[in-house]
């Protein structure tokens, strides 16, 4: 696989496209706490995992266009509860992506010598760790009426779970609900029990889905939206999380 840099890449907060407004991203982390369990006989440390976690820090520019949505009416709320964030490495399809529940715990200004304004926010994990995945649309994708999703390959089937997020940043219609689909073949595809997000009447809107830790999904996965009552158009981001390895809760 060829290296990339990191142009082009996106940032969602909770069903909004932050995007434009994100100067750097500082840190994107995370993973098991590493307990001490060294013995009196070792030569070395030895160590376990424990508790997971997860954040996200980023420096934002001043976004206080006064319509719905602009950021810093989203960041200066500092919400008491959880916003879920993603951030993707790219808008390709099947690109990675890194997703998050976490509270917001700060939105700090600094203003430099020359006038520019940025503001700092971190956000930590809250009940999971950071999940990366991969984008099951190309970023930001636009349906306006049920659509088949293109597949990615995932390379083999798993029988360890999964998890998705999904992010939708507009919406106009009456309802849609976006859900995973998955094949053996990459011809002949199936829902995934269980995978389907709750049904969007309104955005912004997100959500994490997970499986059991003993589900199977199949070597090829794909997003599809379907309606009951009809829509003109939604946009969306699905990251899709497929464990390759068994995924124990406590």
């Known amino acids: ?14 069903g909004y496209d932050a995007s434009g407004d994100i100067q750097a991203l500082g840190n ?52 008491r509860t959880d916003v879920i964030m993603t951030y993707c490495r790219g808008t390709t399809l099947g690109d990675p992506a890194a997703s998050l529940v976490a509270k917001q715990t700060n939105y700090d200004p600094t ?11 971190s956000a930590q994990s809250n009940g999971y760790g950071i999940e990366w ?12 009426a049920a659509t088949t999703g293109t597949s990615i390959d995932t390379v083999a089937s798993a029988s360890f779970g999964g998890q998705a997020y999904l992010h939708v940043t507009a919406f106009t219609g009456t309802d849609v609900t976006i859900k995973i689909q998955d094949s053996a073949d990459n011809s002949t595809f199936a829902d995934v029990a269980s995978f389907a997000f709750t049904q969007v009447t309104a955005a912004p809107a997100s959500e994490r889905i997970a499986l059991g830790n ?3 999904l199949r070597r090829y996965l794909r997003a599809t939206t379907v309606t009951t009552g009809g829509f003109t158009s939604v946009t969306f981001s699905v990251n899709v ?5 068994a995924n124990v809760s406590f």
């Open 1 to 14: 696989m060829a290296k990339t840099g990191g142009l082009g890449d996106n940032l969602y907060i909770a």
């Open 28 to 79: 994107i982390g995370g993973g098991p706490a590493l307990l001490n369990m060294t013995s009196i006989r070792s030569s070395a440390y030895e160590r376990q995992g424990g508790l997971r976690s997860g954040q996200f820090e980023m420096t934002t520019f001043f976004n206080s266009v006064a319509i719905t949505g602009a950021t810093h009416e989203k960041l200066s709320a500092l919400p």
């Open 111 to 121: 203003r430099g010598d020359d006038g520019m304004l940025t503001f700092s926010v």
């Open 133 to 144: 995945g991969r984008q099951l649309t190309a970023g930001v994708r636009t349906d306006t």
């Open 214 to 216: 003993t589900a199977t």
């Open 241 to 245: 999380i497929k464990n390759e390895v």
